[in-house]
């Protein structure tokens, strides 16, 4: 779907006005660095039963079937480098147009591209906690555990969990983060998220209700495009470029492009 163009210099006329900015970033704006999304056409939940592979209960019901799910998701997730739009949001940053990002993604690759404020609200990878007695591990040690023993377990006996938030667990304190964040935001840039996960889908009414000015960028509608002051319903990455080159010229964003 072709972006509008009047669309695009509007959205690149606020970001470019915007000093203090937030992005909040999902899935969407990983698929082309190859990390498959959960919820779009063909997502990950339409093929897997998410009460087997993303739930604390799953969990502790079958080990090996929630890590051999997550191990494969976990090295894709390692392996990938981060797209231009990683980069672009990395940029805006550089150029004090964003403060940081808000992220439901828990690749990483937000701060491989040079993002240094990244309000992860959903986990990440780095490192796992046993669900027993909370101690903390790496990503490598739980990595190896799970390909020796199909599961990874801690020396007390229970299983160690990814620190990823699953369905029905509590969000972490960066939630919180995340509402100070945008209420002190002049600017909400919304990527590739399908706004359907509460409580983080709230922050853009959130946003709305504090008069923050609201972009959004995605490929599928979602049930708060009505609250954006522009939208641009196309490819991410493609949205990106077009906003850089008519943004403040050619950046960072552009050095690996």
Not at 1 to 19: F, H, K, S, T, Y
Not at 100 to 118: E, F, K, M, Y
Not at 178 to 201: E, K, M, N
Request: aromatic content about 8%; charged content about 20%.
């Amino acid at each position: 779907m072709a972006l509008n163009p009047g669309d695009v210099r509007r959205a690149a006329q606020l970001i470019a006005e915007a000093e203090r900015g937030w992005a909040l970033t999902g899935a969407g704006l990983s698929t082309s660095s190859g990390i498959p999304d959960f919820r779009g056409p063909g997502g990950l939940w339409q093929r897997y039963d998410v009460e087997q592979v993303s739930t604390v209960e799953g969990l502790r019901r079958d080990p090996e079937r929630f890590f051999s799910f997550w191990m494969e998701r976990f090295e894709r997730m390692r392996q990938a480098a981060p797209n231009y739009a990683h980069r672009y949001l990395a940029s805006l940053e550089q150029r004090g147009r964003l403060a940081g990002v808000i992220t439901q993604n828990i690749d990483g690759l937000h701060q491989s591209a040079g993002s240094q404020r990244v309000v992860e609200v959903h986990g990440h990878v780095r490192s796992g906690s046993c669900l027993d007695c909370t101690q903390s591990y790496s990503f490598d040690w739980v990595a190896g555990e799970a390909r020796a023993k199909g599961a990874a377990w801690c020396p007390c006996g229970g299983p160690v969990k990814p620190d990823v938030v699953l369905f029905g667990e509590q969000l972490p304190p960066a939630m919180e983060e995340a509402l100070r964040a945008i209420q002190d935001a002049d600017l909400l840039l919304v990527l590739g998220t399908s706004l359907t996960v509460w409580p983080v889908a709230g922050l853009v009414p959130q946003a709305s209700a504090w008069r923050v000015p609201v972009v959004m960028v995605n490929n599928q509608p979602t049930e708060y495009d009505g609250l954006a002051e522009v939208v641009l319903r196309g490819d991410v990455e493609e949205a990106c470029r077009l906003l850089s080159h008519l943004g403040e010229g050619r950046g960072a964003a552009d050095d690996e492009s």
